[in-house]
């Protein structure tokens, strides 16, 4: 699996931990579009360049952080073919990747510890899209997107 990651200022630090936990999975390969350090960036560039990779097929899913998770996850819904979901909790992971097909993971850096994180993203990763009913809300999720044109 293909992941590209990317983060502001805001959760550099927790970009890092998400980082190490993505080593756990000998299937993952990783980019990282930045940023690297701690001066101010603005979380829209950065959802942009993440969410450019997964529309474009140069990467299966995406992970946004921000120092909320709130903006970035916003920013990133507004590209076409994204479903980003800011998850705080395991259940929402879960129900994220198996009834909505979640193809982007939002956090936020100054709102999680590593620990609950970590647990989120392992089972953002490991959860699979189940289809069947939800398939059907799915698609009807991505003709509201293109009538919003």
Request: net charge negative; proline share 1%.
């Amino acid at each position: 699996m293909k992941i590209t990651i990317g983060s502001d200022h805001g959760a550099v630090e927790l970009k890092e931990e998400v980082k190490r936990v993505l080593q756990e999975f000998a299937d993952i390969q990783v980019t990282d579009v930045g940023t690297f350090g701690t001066e101010a960036v603005d979380y829209p560039d950065i959802a942009e360049k993440v969410c450019a990779d997964v529309v474009g097929g140069r990467a299966d899913r995406g992970i946004v952080l921000c120092g909320t998770g709130l903006g970035i996850s916003m920013a990133a819904n507004k590209i076409h073919g994204i479903r980003c979901a800011l998850c705080n909790d395991v259940f929402s992971a879960r129900m994220s990747r198996e009834h909505n097909d979640a193809n982007v993971l939002a956090m936020g850096g100054r709102v999680l510890g590593f620990g609950p994180a970590g647990e989120i993203l392992r089972v953002w990763l490991t959860s699979e899209f189940t289809g069947g009913r939800h398939a059907r809300r799915v698609e009807k999720i991505m003709v509201l997107e293109d009538r919003g044109k």
